[in-house]
């Protein structure tokens, strides 16, 4: 038994090295092993796939699918506005993947009567495997997002116009707002249980806006509930456009009841395109030349309009500096730097209506609804001053220039704390007092620059001690004596 089993083993090692010996002196070829196809009769859908390589049914699977990618589908947006789209753009992809390596083993797989039945059953009836897909979610989403969200149509209001003394009704117009979440389940549900593989419409998901103010309740305004006025007479030319620039886009303003106004929102931007140029402002107490410089007149007038009207006042800041056009503590400023603004908010059961007019310098805010306090009520506010700081100079002496030398720069402003009241009468009797605001006003001085270089010491210290003095205009005086003017020049005419 052991003799046997060596023989074999003899015979297998002279079979090894026969069949080397073949391969080295190159008497024998070894053939590649040819690439696995599949069987014929085997299809994806309606492609054939007989007798492709997996890669082969790979790529034309992805043909077919790339076609169903150029299908159009066309979605309704608001207003009825037609937007196109395609298959691809929605999401569109191959989903069951696995279909081309189970068509590649179909016959190859189970023990020899399944692989043979598999085979014979071929040779009868085509084996067919669905292309399943899918579509991504995101793809639909950001779809809607970026060719019908911009069809979305903000409801316009119903309003007012006020010409020639008499109110005018401006109808509102219905908004469109696009169903974001509920049009992706409408796209998705027409993709995956109605869709034919061909050009289709969907109608998405629209929700209408509908307006604020009917015929009926705007026709309520035409009471006057307050207006004020205030002047900028002094004003030069560039301020006084400021203002009338900033009164006209306030001008004709409707709010509804709850709504609330933002002044700054209604005026910025403060560019040139909006109409401004540079004048005279306040900033961090300082008065600076910027575009928009006078339009704290603008709000201060509106204020004051809102205060009568009594409308709720929900955002007011006062200016860093006193103005002069109002009293102390009766004024509104907005700036853009420090997000200043003067908010209100129309706490009436009606409409409001806001005309603004500017006339010989003058600007006028009337404030327009339905009167509902009795006749006998009266409003009026009281400006209260708790503190004055008046002006001081600010004079540095300069060593580094000659007696005689001074610039001089800024304005003088008072500075003040205050307050101020609402007081309420009924029947010409008064029934209330309220305090409603307090205002603190920074004090500035004028400044100045003074040269005290000079070899009379007599000289420097009558200068030195007029600079003590903290009074630019002594300043001035005590240089006019110590300083004479140059003499006349002889050539000059007489």
Request: overall charge negative; aromatic content about 8%.
């Amino acid at each position: 038994m052991r003799n046997w089993k060596g023989g074999w083993k003899l015979l297998a090692l002279a079979v090894f090295l026969w069949l080397g010996g073949l391969l080295a002196a190159g008497r024998l070829e070894v053939q590649a092993a040819e690439p696995e196809t599949i069987k014929v009769g085997v299809y994806a859908g309606d492609i054939d796939l007989s007798g492709m390589t997996e890669e082969e049914a790979v790529q034309a699977i992805n043909a077919y699918i790339e076609g169903l990618k150029q299908i159009p589908v066309t979605l309704i947006a608001g207003g009825n506005q037609q937007v196109a789209t395609t298959a691809g753009e929605l999401g569109l992809y191959w989903k069951n993947t696995e279909l081309v390596q189970e068509a590649l083993e179909l016959g190859t797989r189970g023990n020899v009567i399944e692989r043979y039945k598999a085979i014979k059953d071929l040779e009868h009836n085509n084996k067919v495997y669905p292309i399943e897909y899918d579509f991504n979610v995101s793809g639909i989403n950001t779809v809607l997002l970026q060719k019908c969200v911009p069809y979305d149509r903000e409801a316009v209001n119903g309003s007012l116009k006020r010409e020639n003394g008499a109110f005018q009704i401006v109808p509102g117009i219905v908004g469109y707002r696009l169903d974001v979440e509920g049009s992706i389940d409408v796209i998705y549900d027409f993709l995956t249980k109605d869709w034919s593989e061909s050009a289709g419409t969907v109608l998405l998901r629209v929700t209408e806006v509908a307006p604020k103010g009917s015929a009926e309740e705007l026709s309520q305004v035409g009471d006057v509930l307050g207006t004020f006025t205030t002047s900028y007479s002094s004003s030069g030319s560039s301020r006084s456009a400021n203002v009338a620039n900033g009164c006209s886009l306030v001008d004709g303003a409707t709010l509804y009841p709850g709504e609330e106004f933002s002044t700054y929102e209604a005026v910025a931007p403060f560019t040139e395109k909006n109409g401004y140029y540079m004048a005279a402002s306040y900033l961090n107490g300082k008065v600076v030349d910027s575009l928009g410089g006078g339009i704290c007149q603008v709000s201060t007038t509106l204020y004051n309009a809102v205060l009568l009207a009594e409308l709720e006042v929900t955002e007011r800041h006062n200016h860093s500096m006193i103005v002069t056009y109002v009293d102390p503590s009766a004024d509104a400023a907005i700036a853009e730097s420090s997000g200043k603004d003067f908010r209100f908010v129309n706490n009436t059961d009606y409409p409001i209506y806001i005309e603004g007019k500017t006339s010989n310098k003058k600007i006028t805010f009337t404030i327009y609804g339905k009167e509902t306090r009795s006749e006998s009520h009266k409003v009026s506010y009281v400006s209260e001053v708790l503190e004055r700081t008046d002006p001081v100079d600010q004079i540095t002496a300069d060593p580094g220039q000659p007696l005689g030398y001074i610039t001089t720069g800024g304005s003088a402003h008072v500075g003040y704390k205050a307050r101020l009241w609402k007081v309420v009468t009924e029947n010409g009797k008064e029934v209330s007092r309220e305090q409603i605001n307090s205002s603190s006003y920074k004090m500035t001085g004028r400044t100045a620059v003074v040269g005290v270089a000079t070899e009379d010491p007599n000289a420097y210290n009558e200068i030195m001690a007029a600079i003590g003095t903290n009074s630019i205009d002594h300043v001035k005086n005590v240089i006019a004596l110590l300083v004479p003017p140059p003499p006349a020049d002889p050539g000059a005419p007489q």
